[in-house]
């Protein structure tokens, strides 16, 4: 079935620095990723929807300054958050679209446990 | 807005059936989808409804009616590798910057399983 591969799985870094999430679709083209996060015993909050080839759509209330999405090929699609700070210490998910596949629409990542201390 | 509300916590045992219920208020509805999942990993796919009605899939069913914004995930035969958290999604139509509409979650039961 349609896998996306999301590195790392997880990543401890200091305050001010920036960390790359990057989410590979492999055996399939994915033309939209979304890109969420969720909170210990939260929901899963979308973040921002990226297509390939064009700017992300940030949900109201992400800094999309902060939240750098890039989608520039149909298989990769990378989430950098920069200058982190203790508060963006979240789990990290993105999820792609499945082409032709209305029923399922959607395959998501294994997801990334960021921690920043 | 979006609402989306499923119990936060439910408890069952080994061999019983559990029924998880999920009411939504969305401004547009294109499908629902149930998510399990465990933690510290990524939800993986259960069931989809887009038609009033009760999808059955093995151990697994999903019923939906869209006049009273209402579905429940059925889970029969408990097991305890059932025991997870599991997450209503509702759809919305397509609209600005997706193609096929974005997914608003509830908040997810977490589902205990005990011997």
């Known amino acids: 079935g349609a896998v996306v591969s999301q590195h790392p799985s997880r990543v401890i870094c200091k305050s001010g620095t920036s960390v790359k999430i990057e989410c590979r679709s492999l055996?399939?083209?994915?033309?939209?990723m979304f890109w969420y996060r969720q909170f210990p015993k939260k929901s899963l909050m979308l973040m921002a929807t990226?297509?390939?080839?064009?700017?992300?759509?940030?949900e109201q209330g992400v800094e999309k300054d902060k939240f750098l999405i890039n989608h520039a090929s149909l298989t990769l699609s990378t989430l950098t958050v920069t200058s982190a700070h203790p508060e963006d210490s979240s789990f990290y998910i993105c999820?792609?679209?499945?082409?032709?596949?209305?029923?399922?629409?959607?395959?998501f990542g294994s997801g990334t446990r960021l921690t920043v201390v | 807005g979006q609402n989306i509300d499923q119990p936060t916590e439910m408890t069952a045992t080994e061999g019983a059936i559990v029924q998880i219920n999920c009411t939504y208020q969305?401004?547009?509805?294109?499908?629902l989808f149930w998510y399990q999942q465990h933690a510290g990993e990524a939800p993986t796919f259960l069931s989809y409804?887009?038609?009033?009605g009760l999808e059955e899939k093995g151990r697994f069913s999903s019923f939906l009616s869209r006049s009273k914004g209402y579905s429940y995930l059925l889970l029969k035969e408990l097991q305890m590798k059932d025991s997870a958290s599991y997450l209503c999604?509702?759809?919305?139509?397509?609209?600005?910057?997706?193609?096929?509409?974005?997914?608003?979650f509830g908040r997810g039961t977490q589902l205990t399983v005990w011997p």
């Open positions: 999820s792609a679209k499945l082409r032709d596949r209305e029923n399922y629409g959607y395959t």
């Open positions: 055996d399939f083209q994915a033309t939209t």
């Open positions: 990226s297509n390939e080839g064009s700017k992300a759509t940030y």
């Open positions: 969305t401004s547009g509805f294109n499908g």
């Open positions: 409804n887009v038609l009033d």
């Open positions: 999604a509702v759809r919305a139509p397509p609209g600005r910057g997706s193609t096929l509409g974005r997914l608003y």
